[in-house]
């Protein structure tokens, strides 16, 4: 989506239960060489960038988890103005004669520890900061966001939904207030993937808003793109997040969302979102993938001057160089599996599997495939090596692409890891997925 066009997610994902992120050091190769850094965020902060996470929200509980999210209430830090250490008043009256002598006593051995006490710590200063509690540990804790309520299939008062799948729903607000529910209701059910936790997900969505009946910018809209995320992760809101749970690719979804499933108690000023509005979404669910997901497909062989690919399922490819052959010096692709989905635009985030290896002896030197975790990276962003940024734009989505990828284009006179200096390199990239992240 355009800059214009506020999206519901954060590029990247979140680090939650083991799910995937986008780490600099699970980059194909390891990180990128040469004077580029890549600073590595958290999904939860990507996400509140992007507008569809609730702003300094801790990630929520899912729908039916009980959470203890009662304010908790601390010690005040306000004394008794009136009123001495010990409780009673400052100047009691009557004390007497025998009262000041004990108090004056008392105040000297008070004084006298007080100066016991201070040299004391004066010789061991040096150690007393090792000592000090850590202020972040010792703060109170924040409190909780108000928990995702149950979802439910229906409730007493829905809006009407008119379209097809795959194009801009019509929604029509009822004259009534929601009830407040967190509604998912699947109108039409599709026959693609099932939608699992950490599955990586695209959908296409429509939105309003149902207290002021105002459309809230959908994917539809011109220069819109689908969103990708990986379900279950608490990287977007749970409106969309824990919608698409257990639903299958294909499938056409009504969400009314109330607060606590959308922006909470804060809303979304900036999509003029107050904090009592209940949000209405009609949720495409494109595709699903699972994070060890391969493409097929009818294979087409590289031609003679390309490494062989020896295609092993969800283990790295097998890849055999061509004996004598010299290092290129501009990138050469070819496609191994036409896939049928868009063509991958510049700037749009990627799933992809991918086993990279060295055009000189078809060394295995990185594979997500190993690691069970597809990769994702936006396309052109210069967060992976030239030769990828170059190669997978204008693919399409469902395709496995071989790129000869030379050193001007990889890591170059310094190599990287298991990669030697000047080396020329091959990868076999699965394009799962493509869209806004």
């Not at 100047?91 to 040299?119: D, E, Q, R, W």
């Not at 229906?154 to 019509?170: C, H, M, N, R």
């Not at 997978?392 to 990828?405: A, D, K, N, P």
Request: aromatic share 6%; net charge negative; glycine share 12%.
């Amino acid at each position: 989506m355009t800059e214009k066009t506020p999206s519901p997610g954060g590029a990247g994902t979140a680090a939650n239960g083991g799910s995937a992120g986008d780490p600099a050091a699970s980059r194909p190769g390891g990180p990128v060489g040469g004077d580029r850094e890549s600073i590595v965020v958290p999904p939860a902060i990507l996400a509140q960038q992007a507008g569809w996470a609730e702003p300094g929200a801790a990630p929520r509980a899912a729908a039916g988890t009980k959470t203890d999210d009662a304010p908790q209430i601390f010690a005040s830090n306000v004394r008794k103005s009136d009123t001495s250490e010990a409780g009673y008043d400052e100047n009691p009256p009557g004390v007497g004669k025998l009262g000041v002598i004990l108090g004056t006593v008392l105040a000297v051995l008070l004084v006298g520890s007080g100066i016991t006490l201070y040299m004391v710590n004066k010789d061991d200063s040096k150690d007393t900061a090792a000592a000090k509690p850590d202020a972040a540990k010792s703060a109170p804790p924040t409190p909780s966001a108000e928990p995702v309520p149950p979802i439910k299939d229906s409730a007493k008062v829905l809006p009407t939904v008119a379209g097809d799948f795959g194009k801009k729903a019509e929604i029509q607000v009822p004259g009534e207030a929601s009830d407040g529910s967190f509604v998912v209701k699947v109108l039409t059910e599709g026959t693609g993937a099932k939608v699992e936790k950490n599955s990586w997900t695209s959908v296409d969505y429509t939105a309003k808003d149902w207290n002021t009946g105002k459309d809230i910018p959908s994917s539809y809209d011109a220069n819109g793109k689908p969103q990708i995320f990986q379900a279950g992760t608490d990287a977007l809101i749970p409106a969309l997040d824990q919608a698409v749970i257990g639903k299958k690719a294909g499938s056409r979804l009504l969400v009314v969302a109330p607060p606590a499933a959308a922006f909470g108690s804060q809303g979304k000023a900036d999509m003029s979102i107050g904090a009592k509005d209940d949000l209405i979404f009609v949720i495409d669910i494109r595709n699903a993938n699972a994070p060890d997901a391969v493409v097929s497909g009818t294979v087409t062989p590289p031609p003679a001057d390309f490494p062989q690919v020896k295609d092993n399922g969800k283990k790295p490819a097998e890849i055999t160089p061509v004996a004598g052959a010299k290092d290129p010096t501009e990138l050469k692709t070819h496609v191994l599996i036409k896939g049928t989905g868009p063509k991958v635009e510049k700037g749009e985030k990627v799933v992809v599997q991918y086993t990279g290896a060295l055009f000189s002896s078809g060394k295995v030197f990185d594979s997500s495939l190993s690691k069970g975790q597809a990769f994702t990276f936006p396309v052109g962003g210069q967060q992976v090596i030239q030769g990828w940024d170059q190669g997978l734009e204008g693919q399409t989505v469902g395709s496995r692409v071989e790129l000869v990828i030379p050193a001007s284009l990889g890591y170059g006179d310094k190599g990287q890891g298991d990669i030697p200096p000047g080396a020329t390199l091959v990868f076999v990239v699965d394009i799962l997925d493509a869209g806004q992240g």
